[in-house]
């Protein structure tokens, strides 16, 4: 969708730099949390499970920020960051349901 926007629109420089280094940054933090919540659902364990849960906050913030403050905001970028933000709600209930139920 960036690289659209870029096409298209008139996208200032430095925001498009920020934009991007965010999404990067973005796709880091996705790739670390779904290996530490496969690794914990897998193990059983609550650790990778709660650390999974917590870089699922910055990846929330992340996704409330192209939903809200990114320079170009189209259609398709709310459907998308809506859908995602209801899976990243769903996922963190059912993550907190599976550290109580390994922890006892």
Request: aromatic share 12%; glycine share 6%; proline share 2%.
């Amino acid at each position: 969708m960036i690289i659209y926007k870029s096409q298209v629109y008139s996208y200032p420089d430095n925001y498009l730099a920020l934009d991007l280094v965010l999404l990067f940054i973005m796709a880091i933090l996705e790739a670390i949390r779904l290996y530490s919540g496969t690794k914990g659902n897998l193990t059983e364990e609550e650790v990778p499970l709660g650390v999974s849960l917590v870089i699922s906050i910055g990846c929330i913030m992340l996704s409330v920020y192209f939903l809200v403050w990114e320079t170009y905001i189209l259609k398709a970028d709310v459907i998308i960051n809506a859908i995602l933000l209801c899976t990243y709600g769903l996922e963190g209930i059912l993550q907190i349901i599976a550290i109580a139920a390994f922890v006892s």
